[in-house]
């Protein structure tokens, strides 16, 4: 059953990541065409603009989700149960021992981050290690270690750059519908293709909001799985998820863009939700507990 979900899950990740791709090549050729009547041309563009702005995303995402959540470095000195924890865990794993982050906050959480396993880095909340035992800090830490193993924290910032590239482009696109309407020179429009193209235009950042979303619930339900994997243990992780729901705390310096980081939402009315929306960053406690007691 293990194995299956996280089989699953994987191809499910990979045809909403393609989806993603078909988007922002639709919004591109949208662009070209209300602007220069081109769609080559808006493809172009596209093209251009995912050519900068990915990678310069995906190289400084890790140093700026720490930043904006106020994490400092940890010490085996100080906290040497969870250096202890977070060690073990890698050998069954089998990547390197990623780096311990601490954020002063009472509202119980954790996230990791990292473009790959090499530079993997791992946070958790005061509250988190204060509220929780050991059994349940392992659960946790495993679950954040399947994220770095499984390359999510890669496929997240690629996910949350993709969707500042469609935002970016749907703006292009909405001014050059209104350039277009000052000026009559194109002629060439078509009424059925600049229908099609006000569509993608108008619809496709809330379409890329819904796919990342659904990307950040997926990865979700594949960490908890892995986190069974390497633990041999699903109690510890149903616990754990029972108390961080519990808390009526929001994490302080959480941020919407971070949301989908965290090993559950950092805002408290999120958590509280018994189902899952279609703007929900992860899955409801409810359904997490539901799947792991079927493993």
């Not at 005061?126 to 392992?138: I, K, V």
Request: charged residues 20%; hydrophobic residues 45%; aromatic residues 8%.
């Amino acid at each position: 059953m293990l194995y299956k979900q996280i089989e699953q899950n994987k191809r499910k990740t990979i045809m909403l990541v393609m989806f993603f791709c078909l988007l922002i090549a639709g919004i591109g050729g949208a662009i070209g065409y209300l602007g220069y009547g081109d769609i080559l041309l808006g493809l172009i563009v596209a093209a251009v603009v995912l050519a900068f702005y990915i990678p310069i995303t995906y190289m400084s995402a890790n140093a700026q989700v720490l930043g904006l959540s106020g994490a400092t470095l940890a010490t085996p000195e100080k906290h040497p149960q969870l250096y202890n924890i977070v060690e073990s865990l890698c050998i069954p794993a089998r990547i390197p021992m990623p780096k311990i982050y601490i954020i002063n906050d009472p509202s119980p959480n954790a996230f990791a981050t990292g473009i790959k396993p090499e530079k993997g880095s791992v946070a958790f909340t005061t509250g988190l290690l204060e509220r929780l035992n050991r059994e349940e800090l392992e659960a946790v830490a495993a679950h954040e270690i399947g994220h770095i193993r499984n390359y999510d924290i890669r496929l997240m910032t690629i996910s949350i750059a993709l969707i500042s590239v469609v935002a970016i482009l749907a703006d292009m696109g909405t001014r050059m519908l209104f350039h277009n309407r000052r000026s009559n020179d194109n002629k060439k429009t078509h009424p059925a293709v600049l229908i099609i193209a006000l569509v993608f235009v108008i619809l496709a950042p809330i379409a890329a909001r819904f796919v990342h979303f659904a990307v950040s619930r997926n990865r979700e339900y594949l960490a908890d799985a892995t986190a069974v994997e390497l633990t041999r243990n699903s109690v510890g992780l149903k616990h754990a998820l029972l108390k961080i729901s519990g808390s009526d705390l929001d994490v302080r310096k959480a941020k919407g863009s971070t949301a989908s980081m965290y090993f559950s939402s950092p805002f408290s009315k999120e958590r509280k939700k018994k189902r899952t929306s279609w703007f929900s960053t992860h899955p409801s406690i409810e359904s997490r507990i539901e799947r792991l007691e079927k493993m």
